[in-house]
């Protein structure tokens, strides 16, 4: 079993900056460079959005025309953690922000919902204006 535990969530006023972060473990997570690794959100009443994804290494990178210049996605295959800086939050950045693992080749940065296995519980981000 594969767990993913966000933190960093909160509230903060538009402009201000939040730093999630996603800590994966698990018996089956051993080469945590295996995974390409993504973050998502939900705003209440909307889907579920991708946000910003990774590949493996590191060495690609994929954001929503919505982040894009704003937020910024990194990993650090020693910790099994994944962060998604987040700076200039705007009111519509307000949601629950999943991570999510799944197995992918080398620089794929998976971009939709039924791409990824793995998904962590959660972490509510309000930015209020």
């Known amino acids: 079993q594969v767990q993913l535990v966000e933190s960093g969530g909160g509230l903060v006023q538009a402009g201000g900056s939040l730093r999630l972060s996603c800590a994966a473990s698990g018996r089956t997570f051993s080469s945590y460079g295996s995974y390409a690794m993504g973050w998502f959100r939900q705003a209440p009443g909307k889907e579920r959005e991708v946000v910003a994804a990774?590949?493996?290494?590191?060495?690609?990178?994929y954001y929503a025309d919505s982040v894009k210049g704003r937020f910024t996605i990194s990993r650090d295959n020693a910790k099994n953690t994944v962060y998604l800086q987040m700076n200039s939050l705007k009111p519509e950045d307000t949601a629950v922000y999943y991570c999510a693992a799944t197995v992918a080749s080398a620089w794929t940065t998976p971009r939709t919902r039924a791409s990824y296995d793995y998904w962590g519980q959660g972490t509510q981000v309000t930015v209020s204006s």
């Open positions: 990774i590949s493996r290494s590191g060495g690609s990178t």
